[in-house]
């Protein structure tokens, strides 16, 4: 509002929101970030064409609530709750962000994290009526309406479980609980973990709303750029070249469909 009275002119206004977005993205990688340039390149193939290009209101508010989550790590909920309203003042996604303070405080073992996913995966398959009830139900109340409307269900219709993008999140789930015995040192290694497992549960139930799956688990799913760079630095010296031409030819992928998804009217990423 602040912008818009000051002048009309849309490129200063998308140029400061920019550059809003871009000062606490530098924030959280280096409060978070162990190899920056990873989480930046992360950043830019999996979230950056579909947020910071076309959502430029949730992007603000995805980076506020990561920015915050040291108040989770420090137990000070009400420090994180107060970073909950601001980002809720520029997009209601900002409530996703409440229940991942108490979701947190749980250790899960890896039994704990497998049996999770596959009850997600098995409510998905077989208690898809109860979830669109529910989603329907709440959908005015929430204010995500739009993305359960007829136009949305048709185009999810044939998606579903089908998203590759449920499969790539829980293949990096898997990873990183895996090198718990050499990663749990880090001051936030669970932090990451339980929300990267939150927001591949949320894509996992929701999948068939699509885009409001991909639209509530992404807030979590921006972890993934302080994760991969810590799993990268698990790997000897000498094996790390091989690991860094994977991530540039996986980033260059995303990044790539995106840029052909957006050009053709249609992302489910």
């Not at 602040?2 to 871009?22: F, N, P, Q």
């Not at 980002?87 to 405080?105: E, R, S, V």
Request: aromatic share 20%.
């Amino acid at each position: 509002m602040i912008l818009k009275t000051v002048g009309l002119s849309e490129r200063m206004y998308l140029v400061a929101m920019a550059g809003i977005s871009m000062f606490l993205l530098y924030k959280v990688l280096g409060k978070y970030g162990t190899l920056p340039l990873i989480g930046v390149a992360d950043y830019i193939a999996r979230f950056m064409m579909n947020r910071d290009c076309v959502q430029m209101r949730s992007s603000l508010c995805i980076l506020l609530i990561i920015w915050g989550l040291k108040f989770v790590r420090d137990r000070k909920m009400w420090y994180y709750f107060a970073v909950i309203l601001l980002a809720y003042q520029f997009h209601h996604m900002a409530l996703i962000g409440l229940p991942f303070y108490f979701f947190c405080n749980f250790k899960f073992t890896n039994k704990q994290i497998y049996i999770l996913l596959i009850f997600a995966f098995a409510f998905a398959a077989f208690g898809s009526g109860a979830i669109s009830g529910w989603a329907e139900a709440n959908s005015e109340d929430l204010n995500y309406d739009t993305y359960v409307d007829e136009e949305y269900r048709r185009q999810d219709a044939d998606l579903g479980l089908m998203n590759p993008m449920i499969y790539f999140q829980v293949i990096i789930l898997l990873m990183f609980n895996t090198l718990e015995y050499k990663l749990k040192s880090h001051p936030y290694y669970y932090i990451f973990r339980n929300g990267y497992l939150y927001s591949t549960l949320i894509l996992i139930v929701f999948c068939q709303f699509t885009a409001l799956s991909g639209r509530t688990s992404t807030m979590f799913a921006t972890c993934e750029m302080f994760m991969l760079p810590m799993m990268v630095q698990t790997y000897p010296q000498e094996k790390r070249a091989k690991f860094f031409v994977i991530l540039g030819l996986v980033f260059v992928y995303f990044f790539s469909s995106k840029m052909i998804e957006n050009l053709n009217g249609a992302s489910w990423f």
